[in-house]
């Protein structure tokens, strides 16, 4: 269910989503800007953080021309790189490609930290990775029959670190390219992962979606892009900002509907 966001289409969605004049913030203000949050739930690579992070420059640039004062352009890729960039994914090779993608954009600046997490994912405890947070804003570590863990690691310019938690904390703009991957046709969600391990997992997020509170509107029918929808939805500020990249039978296919009924409620379509 792995399709790579193309460099245009990350460009013209985040552009769309950040562009200025729908924003309650000054862009010139760095101040404002580090508690801005922008996160990906199914990051892959990188593609859309990084378009993100550009625009993200691009609008602080333009702002400070207005304001004509200097702008503070290692300041600003600090703070997106330590403050603002969230990233997470179940690949640890994909979040390393991630953090080299990002870095390279200030080949000068040191970081501290990146807000970058690999995510349990299977195994003895059938992790769901970033459907975790469903469950809650921070995924726990979980030991194993061994006495060892499943830590989720934080890609870090020192290496990876493993953590006791990843916590997710409520988003400006969730922006994703989630997996596709549907349940019909022989059941591959989870595909990458052996058969003994799917099927716990797939009973485990179903019951995750059955829940009575708070409702998840979602259909595993429809695909993780589904679930994925619901789980941004999930970690949004108020006044918060989806950009999705979705199959096109969410507009009218039927495993959809519980994803229309969650755009008609709580959202405005731009």
Known sequence: GTYYTSVPAATLLLKLALWPER???????????????????????????????????DNYMRASG?????????????????????????????????????????????????RLWALPFGGRSHRLGSIEFLKDSSVQITADLFG????????????????????LPDLDLCVMNPPFTRSVGGNLLFGSLPEAERGPM????SRLLQRPAPPIYASSTAGLGSVFTALGDFHLKPGGRMALVLPKALLSGVAWQQTRHLFRIRYQLE
Not at 26 to 51: E, R, V
Request: some cysteine.
């Open 23 to 57: 924003w309650v913030i000054d862009w010139g203000d760095l101040g404002q800007l580090s508690s801005l949050k922008i996160g990906d739930l199914a990051c892959g690579t990188g593609t859309l953080l990084m378009a993100a992070a550009e625009t993200v420059t």
């Open 66 to 114: 207005a304001h004509h004062t200097p702008p503070h352009i290692k300041e600003l890729s600090r703070l997106l790189m330590e403050e603002i960039i969230y990233g997470y994914d179940v690949l640890p090779s994909a979040l390393h490609l991630t953090a080299s993608t990002l870095a390279l954009r200030s080949p000068d600046v040191s970081f501290r930290r990146m």
């Open 148 to 167: 060892g863990t499943m830590a989720p690691g934080q890609v870090t310019a020192r290496g990876d670190i493993k953590q006791r938690y990843a916590p």
């Open 202 to 205: 797939q009973r485990d997020l």
